[in-house]
C-alpha cells in the first residue's frame, strides 16, 4: 500500500476487520464530502519515514481541517497557505531554542531526516475538526508507535498536549526517549511550551546516541 517497510511490518494490522471497515468509510467520505488531506497524501508520513529510518515522532490528533492546509504531515501545511498559529509557535520556540528562522511551513525536509509527523486520526472532513475520529484510525496509529515502542534503536517520541501524551502508555522501552509539554496551541503554549527547548534536546539525544542530529534548518 504505501511501498515502503512499513507495508511488512503493518501487514497483520491492515488485514484486520476494523481496518478494512475504515478504508470503506473513508471512501465513501472522500467521494461525497471534501475530506482532507487529499486521498493520495493520506500516508505521507509513512511514505516520508520509513520504518527503520525513524529517529523523532512529532504526533499531532487530526489534519489541519481548512482548504490546501492538510498534506499527510501532522503540524505541516503547503506552501502558499497561510501558517496555522500552532506551527508559528513551534517556529517561535525554535528560533527561541536554537536561533533558527524558517519560513518555509512544509516540513516535509523534516520528515525526510527521520522525523514522521505522524497523526493520530489520518482524515478530516473540511471544517469539521475531529469529525473522523474513533473511526479506527486511532486503532491503527496506535500500532504504529507500539511497532516502533518494539524497536532497539532509539526513537525520539514528541507528545506536546493531553491528547498526544496519552499515547506513554504505548511507550515501554526504556532505550526511547520521551518530550512532553503542553501544546503549541496558542491557548496553552505560553503554560510552558515557550522555552521547553524540544529542537536542541532532540540533537542532544541523538548526538549522543551517534544517530546523527536533525538539520532544522530549511532545506534549498
Known amino acids: ?70 498534506h499527510g504531515l501532522s503540524f505541516s501545511v503547503q506552501e502558499g497557505v497561510r501558517r496555522p498559529p500552532s506551527l508559528n509557535n513551534i517556529f517561535k520556540e525554535l528560533n527561541n531554542d536554537l536561533g533558527i528562522v524558517r519560513t518555509k511551513n512544509d516540513l516535509s525536509d523534516w520528515a525526510k531526516q527521520g522525523i514522521l509527523l505522524l497523526n493520530s486520526i489520518m482524515t478530516v472532513e473540511r471544517d469539521k475538526p475531529l469529525s473522523h475520529k474513533d473511526k479506527g484510525w486511532e486503532i491503527f496509529t496506535d500500532m504504529i508507535i507500539k511497532k516502533l515502542n518494539e524497536r532497539e534503536k532509539p526513537v525520539i517520541f514528541v507528545l506536546w498536549g493531553s491528547y498526544a501524551r496519552s499515547k506513554k502508555v504505548y511507550i515501554t522501552n526504556p532505550q526511547h526517549y520521551i518530550i512532553e509539554s503542553v501544546h503549541p496551541s496558542p491557548l496553552s503554549a505560553s503554560r510552558g511550551f515557550f522555552g521547553s527547548k524540544p529542537f536542541s534536546k532532540i540533537n542532544n539525544f541523538l548526538r549522543e546516541h551517534q544517530l546523527g542530529e536533525i538539520d532544522w534548518k530549511e532545506q534549498k
Open 1 to 70: 500500500m504505501i511501498n515502503k517497510a512499513w507495508d511488512i511490518i503493518l501487514q497483520e494490522e491492515m488485514q484486520k476487520d476494523y481496518f478494512r471497515n475504515l478504508g470503506t468509510f473513508v471512501k465513501h467520505e472522500y467521494a461525497n464530502k471534501t475530506i482532507f488531506p487529499s486521498y493520495s497524501h493520506i500516508f505521507d508520513a509513512l511514505r516520508y519515514t520509513d520504518y527503520d529510518h525513524v529517529k523523532v515522532v512529532i504526533l499531532g490528533q487530526d489534519p489541519y481541517h481548512g482548504a490546501g492546509e492538510a
